[in-house]
């Protein structure tokens, strides 16, 4: 736009001196358009905002460009439509008779605003569909008798005051992503935006002007999934109220007096329902079924990516002379052969997998959790142990054997202690003690059984064969002459001419 000094040289050049708006344009370094507009200018009124011509092409088709405008924003960029896919599809589909010029310019103005409303609604959090809040709580659980506390991760929707949670061993990084991979997972997509405290698990180190330096498992895990992390200030955990009222919420509801289980997913499992089945009530404000508000958060959810992110990190670590590696402070075996040797921990919420530095699997162990400090799996010992099978007696593995296996190996000469470790360390290697012990009864009902008939079994069993049926005959066997001896047989038979 031109200054008031330039517009009075203008009028001044060509009105009273009557230059040419060429000359003037060229001495300015303007179009000679610019120049005659303003040379000829005679309406100086503030200029009014004019109103948009409406399109009468585009009237009928409106809402459905911007419905697909609106799941596209959900997708990743490379996933959505572009404004030649629209047209075409509006020719196919809907018959439409415009030109693609016009698709194009409708598109392009409704992606500004469109964008322009979405990122303003992550402003107020607490209020918009699609936004959640996250926190860990606590509560006592009971597990082989014993009463334990564990963690507990929510997820609540401020719009719907609806939630989600599951209950875990630990608040650490794996358990953490894990918890949200599950409930993204289940409810089939992503909240826009998700605001956390400065968890360890997710921040690594608050910079100044509210700047998070994030971990980079948790800064993954957000560009694979896509959402904004929001944090709250530091020692203010009363800007994610919503999700800390809901943890409350969730341990006075549903959680206390302690819960006992077995197994905590299948513990895990039951409480999908629980969440869903509390939303058949209305909200405390809006006087709406919470089930109805959370559809509104969930057709604002972003789409799901293709693949499930991996919850794992990875720990190059060394053996120790035994084979033992540590991770978290707790112990893991490996293999004779590695002692002294890098390995390569493969580490997940529930397992630690222990792999060569070509990736090749050692050995699985549960992740240990609580007062447990290692874990030994006995299996790549065995054959290491077939050399001094009488050393056996003075092993944990002894002790966690079954009682049956305990009893034959008692009864074995030293050779044959050698060949069941050795075949021990074959059958364990897949497999639990179960079919293991099932084999050796069953190769036992005869007596003292050797390791090849305990092999043989085995193999039976795991193949679907197992014992065979005894043959039942199904009717009698045919009464037969009785059988005389004698040469009176011969006599007779050369009398009748040697014909039987």
């Known amino acids: ?31 000679p358009r610019t120049i005659k507009k303003y040379a000829d200018k005679e309406d100086w009124n503030e200029i009014q905002h004019k109103q948009l011509r409406k399109s009468k092409v585009m009237e009928p088709v409106k809402h459905i460009v911007d419905q697909w405008l609106q799941e596209d924003l959900k997708k990743k960029k490379k996933y959505r439509r572009t404004a030649k896919r629209i047209f075409d599809q509006l020719v ?42 996250v926190d860990f709580g606590e509560a006592p659980f009971k597990h082989n008798g014993e009463t334990i506390d564990l963690p507990f991760l929510a997820l609540s929707f401020p719009n719907s005051n609806a939630f ?5 061993y630990s608040q650490n990084r794996e358990c953490f992503l894990e918890g949200l991979k599950r409930i993204f997972h289940y409810i089939g997509g992503v909240p826009k935006a998700i605001r956390f405290d400065n968890l360890a698990p997710a921040v690594k180190k608050v910079l100044p002007n509210g700047e998070r330096e994030l971990t980079d498992e948790f800064q993954n895990f957000v560009f694979h999934y896509g959402f904004k992390p929001e944090f709250c200030n530091p020692a203010s955990g009363n800007e994610k109220g919503h999700v800390e009222a809901m943890v409350k919420y969730i341990r006075n509801n549903f959680l206390l007096p302690e819960l006992s289980y077995s197994s905590l997913e299948d513990l895990n499992r039951t409480f999908w329902l629980v969440a869903e089945k509390d939303r058949q009530r209305k909200h405390y404000q809006k006087d709406i079924l919470i089930s109805e508000l959370f559809e509104e958060d969930k057709q604002a959810l972003f789409q799901l990516p293709e693949k499930e992110y991996q919850c794992v990190r990875h720990e190059e670590v060394t053996a120790d002379k ?39 699997l050692i050995v699985v162990h549960s992740r240990l959790y609580g007062k447990q400090k290692k874990s030994m799996e006995w299996q790549p010992y065995l054959n290491l142990m077939a050399k001094r099978p009488t050393a056996i007696k003075y092993t944990s593995f002894y002790e966690q054997m079954p009682e049956e296996w305990q009893k034959y190996l008692e009864n074995c000469t030293v050779y ?41 079994v085995f193999y039976q069993l795991i193949n679907g064969r197992g014992h065979r049926k005894e043959i039942q005959v199904k009717r009698d066997i045919p009464s037969m002459p009785p059988a005389t001896r004698g040469l009176d047989h011969y006599d007779q038979f050369f009398k009748n001419g040697g014909v039987s």
């Open 1 to 31: 736009m031109l200054t008031v000094t330039d517009i009075n040289y203008i009028k001044q050049e060509v009105n009273i001196k009557g230059r040419s708006y060429s000359d003037v344009a060229k001495q300015m370094g303007r179009d």
């Open 92 to 133: 196919s589909d809907y018959s439409f008779k415009g030109a693609d010029r016009t698709v194009r310019e409708y598109v392009a103005k409704r992606k500004l605003e469109l964008l322009e409303n979405t990122s303003d609604a992550a402003i107020p959090l607490e209020a918009k569909p699609g936004m959640a809040q």
């Open 416 to 456: 044959e202690k050698q060949e069941a470790l050795r075949l021990l360390s074959v059958l364990l290697k897949e497999h639990d003690f179960t079919y293991a012990t099932q084999a050796l009864n069953r190769a036992s009902e005869s007596g003292h059984p050797s390791v090849d008939s305990i092999k043989q």
């Open 322 to 360: 035994y084979g033992y590696i540590k991770v978290d402070n707790r112990l893991y075996s490996t293999s004779p052969r590695f002692a002294k040797c890098i390995v390569l921990a493969r580490i997940s919420f529930n397992k630690v997998e222990i792999l060569t530095k070509e990736h090749e």
């Open 164 to 168: 989600y949670f599951q209950v875990f």
